[in-house]
């Protein structure tokens, strides 16, 4: 007779959980998606805005296009990465994006660079930005979301410090064109394989349960359906009052966010820092960054996310009004370490947010309508900065109007309902 070894199903030795090793490939990836992209329109505008002779209003509007295509695409995304995975559409947006990068170093026209970067930019941005990583994460983690958020944003916040001082350095020595074939290459050597092999779409479909659980019973060890317990659908959701308070101050939050991306180095160079120190100091902010995209979502397993969101969003309200009244380095140095504090923890907060109180059924498909509608006002804030320095000579009222902006939308995260905290 077989002796029993007196060990139970959860005494066996445990592999690292596959859903970590997610969170690991994709803030790989996120480095290479966001400083390729999101982070190197900032460095470049300048330069580009000199060659082809265009106003900033004018480029600005290549990187709004993007935005809203890509807040528009996210609806269809989010329900293919529910049903079929990220895999193919996150190595499809890798590929078309260091396709558009080679491209735009060709142009010679604006129209050329707005058509490619809003139009190719766009969909590649779409199919690879956090969005899509977010979705793999709610589906791969429940308990310990706040946790991995932490992780893969405190590794994909390593874009900005990375990419902005980088491609501030390589633009004056080698060209901007140039520097737009290297970013591209990047993405085709580092993401693509990565995605290509390593990605996946549930942890039912390896037999697992979130956060790592495994079923005791051997003939549970097969690919299952997430259950419809585990959230709630996507008519329930546009249905609730709180998923439109959520969105309008996603919205509000979007566009300073974009604002501050897209002219906060413009602004430090128009008054009169040196380029490659402005790029510096825009790539501190993200360095600083780390330790509050992992400190503050990693508290929100404890506390909640949601109060933790509206905190972010006021101190980086503050941090926009330290940055306009800078004249100085102590200023600007001074605006680091306020918005580095809370720079980084935003997106992964509002994702948590909105897992929270709609779940992980249809995630992909409720935060794609969520990002449609948030991306209108993304896309008209760099647009209309632009268009404020070019009828004004200057970014204040544009940097003053930023701030007011975020406080609006702390305010709104504060007073809306939170969620019940989720069961074990």
Request: glycine share 12%; net charge positive; no cysteine.
């Amino acid at each position: 007779m077989e002796q029993s070894t007196g060990r139970f199903p959860s005494d066996r030795p445990r592999r690292l959980y596959f859903g970590w090793i997610l969170v690991g490939v994709l803030g790989i990836t996120t480095i290479v998606s966001y400083g390729t992209t999101y982070y190197a329109f900032g460095v470049i505008v300048v330069p580009i805005s000199n060659d082809l002779a265009s106003s900033r209003a004018a480029l600005s509007g290549a990187y709004s296009l993007s935005l809203l295509l890509a807040g528009i695409l996210g609806f269809p995304i989010g329900g293919l990465v529910d049903h079929y995975g990220p895999r193919l559409l996150m190595v499809a947006g890798n590929l078309i994006g260091g396709l558009v990068l080679i491209a735009l170093s060709t142009v010679g026209e604006v129209w050329q660079f707005d058509a490619l970067w809003g139009i190719g930019l766009g969909l590649a941005t779409a199919l690879t930005f956090y969005p899509v990583s977010f979705t793999v994460v709610a589906n791969w983690f429940q308990r310990r979301r706040g946790s991995a958020l932490a992780w893969l944003t405190t590794i994909g916040g390593l874009a900005s410090p990375v990419f902005i001082p980088l491609i501030g350095w390589l633009v004056p020595h080698y060209g901007w064109r140039e520097t737009l074939v290297l970013l591209g290459l990047a993405q085709f050597v580092i993401a693509v394989p990565l995605h290509a092999t390593l990605l996946r779409r549930h942890p039912e479909d390896l037999g697992l349960r979130p956060d790592g659980q495994v079923a005791p019973d051997p003939a549970l060890r097969t690919p299952v359906k997430v259950s419809s317990s585990s959230g709630v659908t996507l008519s329930t959701a546009v249905a609730n009052r709180v998923f439109w308070a959520l969105t309008v101050a996603g919205g509000l939050e979007q566009l300073a966010a974009m604002v501050v991306a897209v002219h906060q180095i413009p602004f430090m160079i128009a008054r009169g820092f040196d380029p490659v120190f402005a790029a510096g100091i825009a790539g501190l902010v993200g360095l600083v960054s780390l330790p509050g995209r992992f400190l503050l979502n990693q508290l929100s397993d404890r506390v909640g996310s949601q109060r933790l969101l509206a905190l972010v969003l006021a101190v980086l309200g503050l941090g926009v009004v330290v940055f306009t009244v800078a004249t100085s380095v102590a200023g600007l140095y001074a605006y680091v370490a306020v918005s580095g504090v809370a720079f980084g923890a935003r997106s992964p907060l509002r994702a948590s947010v909105m897992a929270d109180h709609f779940g992980r059924r249809a995630y992909g498909a409720i935060t794609a309508v969520n990002g449609v509608v948030i991306a209108v006002p993304a896309a008209l804030g760099p647009l209309v900065a632009g268009w404020l320095y070019d009828t004004l000579g200057n970014y204040q009222l544009a940097f003053w109007l930023t701030a007011a902006v975020l406080g609006i939308a702390a305010g709104i995260v504060f007073l809306t309902p939170r969620p019940a905290r989720p069961r074990a």
